[in-house]
């Protein structure tokens, strides 16, 4: 019997569900059946877990979707702090028992998690919705509106990387030998293993960033990247770039129709 025909089967259906979470090089795996499940060449272990019906609308903003899960699981651990520089994706199986035929019932990124008691909510937007947002985001505006290290800005990052080890950590602060004059990080990012943080401040000897790292050991490497404030006299003396600087410096600060001409 097809996937169809099981599915639309009184006495034959037996849906069983699967989800895949992807986060960098991490991944979970969890099936709703009571044992642990083999779906293609992948093992999804047997887990509580739930989600919310499907939104049948015509619009990109109804295709949300909550997956409820265990408070205490360790995919959900990586939200306690921050949520993560990059997005969770997130993929919903359907199979039936003792069939191997399946499809994607859903495919998305998590947004957000929410715990109650001894539950954690995820909220998922579809695809759609990540791919269907695009806007204007370069202005008229004295400071550039460049993504350092971007394409625009051409800037590699690399080259301004500082690789240090950490001496100690507290939430925020992390002492390391930065090796670089006060501010000299501010605005940057830190990167320790796949989890990066924004850096707020910066000394010869300390960083703060803006959430604490979920899991940080002292005697290991962390990576922390120049800051840059936007600023044309930044660009050309920290990072010798200004044929790329994306901001108008001569901006007039005074609007004449305001203040008049003088």
């Given at each position: 019997?097809?996937?169809l ?25 969890y ?17 509580v877990?739930?989600r ?27 939200y306690k702090n921050?949520?993560p520089p ?19 019932v ?12 001894t ?59 930065t ?81 008049g001409?003088?």
């Amino acid at each position: 019997m097809t996937f169809l025909g099981l599915d639309l089967s009184r006495d034959d259906s037996a849906p069983i569900e699967f989800y895949e979470f992807i986060l960098g090089t991490e991944v979970w795996r969890y099936t709703t059946a009571a044992t642990d499940q083999v779906l293609g060449v992948q093992t999804y272990t047997a887990a509580v877990i739930k989600r919310s019906d499907k939104e049948l609308t015509g619009e990109i903003t109804g295709k949300r979707l909550t997956i409820t899960v265990a408070g205490y699981d360790p995919l959900v651990d990586k939200y306690k702090n921050a949520v993560p520089p990059e997005p969770m994706s997130v993929k919903v199986y359907r199979r039936h028992r003792n069939d191997v035929g399946f499809i994607v019932v859903w495919s998305g990124v998590v947004r957000s998690v929410n715990w109650a008691n001894t539950t954690a909510a995820l909220a998922c937007e579809h695809i759609a919705m990540a791919v269907g947002r695009v806007g204007l985001y370069r202005f008229y505006q004295t400071l550039c509106s460049h993504i350092w290290g971007g394409p625009s800005c051409s800037v590699s990052s690399e080259d301004f990387k500082t690789t240090t080890v950490i001496s100690s950590a507290d939430s925020t602060s992390i002492s390391c030998s930065t090796a670089q004059v006060d501010g000299y990080f501010k605005n940057g990012f830190a990167r320790y293993g796949n989890d990066y943080r924004m850096i707020t401040s910066s000394t010869i000897s300390l960083i703060e960033v803006s959430f604490p790292f979920y899991e940080i050991t002292p005697g290991e490497t962390i990576d922390l990247y120049a800051g840059c404030d936007r600023l044309l006299g930044t660009c050309v003396e920290k990072f010798n770039n200004s044929i790329n600087f994306g901001g108008c410096p001569y901006v007039p600060s005074q609007n004449v129709f305001i203040v008049g001409v003088e």
